[in-house]
C-alpha cells in the first residue's frame, strides 16, 4: 500500500505522529486535521469516530440543529458540517457503488449520532493497529480494510452488467473526459435509458457520480510536490477555478488547505506502497 494524505490544517501539531491514510480502491480510512471545515457533500457513506470518545464530534446536516456524538454517520450526497474537539478526527468512507445499502450493519443505515460504542472502540483499536505497521514502515497489504473494521467484507452492490462496465472505467481513471454520452454508447444504450438506468444501479445522477470520483483522486495527489495548477489538470479539472469550486464544495476546504494540512500525514496508498 501506500503512503500519507490529510485533510485540512487544524490548530498546532498535536499527535502528529498518529496521523494516517489508509486509501483503497472503494475505501479510505483518514486518522488527521479536520480544520476550520465549511458545509461538505461527500460521495460515498461516512462514518466520523472521535479518537477518545470525550469530548465528542459535532455535526449538523443541512440547516439543521447541531447534534454531538462519537460515532456519526452520514450517507451518501447529504451535506453536513462537522466539528471536532480533538486535534485529531478519525473519518471513514465507504463507496458507495461497491456495497448494498441494505445490507451494511444497522448502525451505517441512519444518518447523524448513532450509539454503537463497540464499533467507535474497534475503529480506534483499528487506528492503533496500523499506526504500529506504520512506525514499523510495514506494507498494509496483509490487512483486509473491511475486517479490520468491521470484522467481516461488507455485502457488495449488485449491479448491471453494463453499468459496472461504465463505474469501472471511471474508477480505472476519474480524470478522463468521459462523457454520459460517450459510456451510454460504449454499453449500447441510448442516452435517456443510460442515465436512467445509471441512477437506479447506483443512487446517484451519472454527473454527481463522475464529479466525486475526480474530487476523491484529489487524494492520490496531495503529497506530490506538483503545483496546484498542475493537480487540477492531473485529475481532469479544466483549470484552477473549476478545482477550487469543485473541492470546496466537497470537502469544505480549499485544495491549498488540503494539501497544507496533508504535510505530515502518513499515507497508505494500495496503489502505490507507503509514504510519509
Known sequence: MQRTRTAPPHSGDARQGERLMWLVPQRVFYAGLLGAAAERTMGGHGVYVSPTGAPPNRIRIGGGAWQSGELIVVPPHVPHHVESACPLIFNLLIESESVDPGRMPAFMQHCGPVDAPEFAQRVRDAHAQLLAA??????????????????????????????????????????????????????????????????????????????????????????????????????????STHFSHSIRQVYGLKPSDIVAGSRRLALHDAAGGFRQ
Not at 205 to 218: E, G, I, Q, V, Y
Open 134 to 239: 506504520s512506525g514499523r514502515m510495514l506494507s498494509f497489504d496483509g490487512f483486509d480494510f473491511d475486517t479490520v473494521f468491521f470484522g467481516q467484507a461488507l455485502a457488495p452492490r449488485t449491479l448491471d452488467a453494463r453499468i459496472r462496465k461504465v463505474i469501472d472505467a471511471i474508477n480505472a481513471d476519474p480524470a478522463a473526459p468521459t462523457s454520459a454520452e460517450d459510456c451510454a454508447a460504449s454499453v449500447n444504450l441510448s442516452f435517456s435509458r443510460f442515465l436512467h438506468l445509471f441512477k437506479q444501479e447506483t443512487g446517484m445522477a451519472f454527473r454527481a457520480f463522475r464529479a466525486w470520483k475526480r474530487a476523491r483522486s484529489l487524494l492520490r495527489y496531495v503529497h506530490q510536490s506538483a503545483t496546484l495548477t498542475d493537480i487540477a489538470l492531473d485529475t481532469g479539472y479544466p483549470d
